[in-house]
């Protein structure tokens, strides 16, 4: 399973961006995917994640700012990120685990975001 991720950039606080990971290789192993992200000095921590039926979980940080979306179809998952803050710039990086409550398995290269006050 190879994942790639994009979307990422500068933006001023309050602005807004929307990060996509499309997924290749064994689809069929692919459950939960998400975004983890890791600022410099700080230990890489989960953001959101969705499971194939459609079921979200996020971090208190995001919650009501960050959407999580999926595409089954076009195996891609989209995080919308609003109100962004100078506290979410790090690099996110998509991820795939290969069952419920499985740790991340697959991952993508992290794409940076940037949030300037």
């Known amino acids: 399973v190879q994942l790639q991720a994009s979307g990422g950039g500068l933006v001023q606080t309050g602005g807004y961006l929307r990060l996509s990971c499309a997924a290749s290789?064994?689809?069929?192993?692919?459950?939960?995917m998400g975004w983890y992200r890791q600022s410099p000095g700080k230990q890489r921590e989960l953001v959101a994640s969705i499971t194939r039926s459609g079921r979200a979980n996020y971090a208190d940080s995001v919650k009501g700012r960050f959407t999580i979306s999926r595409d089954n179809a076009e195996n891609t998952v989209y995080l919308q990120m609003n109100s962004l803050e100078p506290e979410d710039t790090a690099v996110y990086y998509c991820?795939?685990?290969?069952?419920?409550?499985?740790?991340?398995?697959?991952w993508g290269r992290g794409t940076l975001v940037t949030v300037s006050s």
């Open positions: 290789g064994f689809i069929s192993r692919i459950n939960a």
């Open positions: 991820n795939a685990n290969e069952g419920p409550g499985q740790t991340p398995k697959y």
